[in-house]
């Protein structure tokens, strides 16, 4: 048994192809995907501000990129600001303890879904947050957490990618405690 091919392949570029773009239904799919996440209640307390290269939304989320991120963000063909429903409206409770831990998870079935239909994804926190958040202005309670560049690679996966090793995630935590 090998790990699934979606999987194994996926790889977050740093170039984009600048001419490669997504149509509506492309975009729809993705976030029907990340829609269909799993969360804590089923509470869903997720939330996307999409922007394509080439609609004015687009111009307002680059110029919050870092210098980083500014270098080849901008190229990709759609960009996602991501945002965590983290405390009931106007008070400081807790929407959900696992606001971020949801975002997170349909972020991924939306990075694997965009993979599948041979679009890559990197996901990044190099931007300007409290610019951005003024400037978007999300709802109360809710908050960015991160951005995503989707469009097609413009380079092939690297080949010395490192991960730690599956003993190691079993014992790292308890190591120093036994
Ligand atoms: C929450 C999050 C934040 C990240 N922030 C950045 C970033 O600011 N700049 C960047 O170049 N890559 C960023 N990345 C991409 C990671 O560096 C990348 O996923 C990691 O090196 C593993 O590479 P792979 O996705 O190709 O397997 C981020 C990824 C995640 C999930």
Redesign the pocket.
Known sequence: MHVHPLLAS???P?RFDPESTLTDDDVDLLLEAARWAPSAGNSQPWAYFTARRDEPEHKRIVRHLAA??GRWAPSAGLLVVTMAHRFVEDTDWAYSDFADYDLGQSVAHLTLQAHAMGLAC?????FDLDALTEDLSPGAGWHIV?MIAIGRAAEDRPQD?ERRTTSDLRTAPWSGAL
Do not use: G, T
């Open positions: 996926r790889f977050s740093l980083s991120s990197r996901q990044f926190r190099a991160s990618r």
